[in-house]
T-cell receptor, first 114, second 114 residues
């Protein structure tokens, strides 16, 4: 069973600080990695995707990928109360080249304290 | 922007009823997906489709079927609804980018079976 593991939290971070969210995955064949943000009662929203080892930055968000260690992380700089949400890590299902869906972690609940 | 719509936000059905959940995307995406999301279990893939008339089982297809008669529309069918199918149902479609198949979700349908 291919797995994606996340700490469920809650992770509490002061406003303005850096929030660090981590994810590990079990299948070395995974090639594409995604972070989704989900507000309570809403559907997941894609915020970052990463394919290559290293860092990828988009505004206040940085995704980091280390395939050798099989982990993905998401950094949120200058955290805002509006960043409070559940963050889902997802990896492609290796069969089908990624066209056949994603495997999701159960999510980390992030709370930004004003 | 990718637009994925679902026919209902909230639905209440009785045990044994046949239930149709409809999903439409307007971006000409080849791939479409149905997930369910439950507390403590996360997002789980039910069925997906590569193209019109094509369907593939995901991780939890039991008790469900799907239909894809047109490229933009993907329907989830509960042949005989049961209480354990009470859940949030999320439809998604995917686009191939430089980082893999990025999935975009509809707003979700919260189904209650009584």
């Amino acid at each position: 069973q291919k797995e994606v593991e996340q700490n469920s939290g809650p992770l509490s971070v002061p406003e303005g600080a850096i929030a660090s969210l981590n994810c590990t995955y079990s299948d070395r064949g995974s090639q594409s990695f995604f972070w989704y943000r989900q507000y309570s009662g809403k559907s997941p929203e894609l915020i970052m995707s990463i394919y290559s080892n290293g860092d990828k930055e988009d505004g206040r968000f940085t995704a980091q990928l280390n395939k050798a260690s099989q982990y993905v992380s998401l950094l949120i700089r200058d955290s805002q109360p509006s960043d409070s949400a559940t963050y889902l890590c997802a990896v492609n299902r290796p069969s089908g080249g990624g066209a056949d869906g994603l495997t999701f972690g159960k999510g980390t609940h992030l709370i930004i304290q004003p | 922007d990718v637009k994925v719509t679902q026919s209902s936000r909230y639905l209440v059905k009785r045990t044994g009823e046949k239930v149709f959940l409809e999903c439409v995307q307007d971006m000409d995406h080849e791939n479409m997906f149905w997930y369910r999301q439950d507390p403590g279990l996360g997002l789980r893939l039910i069925y997906f489709s590569y193209d019109v008339k094509m369907k593939e089982k995901g991780d939890i297809p039991e008790g469900y079927s799907v239909s894809r008669e047109k490229k933009e529309r993907f329907s989830l069918i509960l042949e005989s609804a049961s209480t354990n199918q009470t859940s949030m149902y999320l439809c998604a479609s995917s686009l191939l980018t430089g980082t893999g198949y990025e999935q975009y979700f509809g707003p979700g349908t919260r189904l209650t079976v009584t």
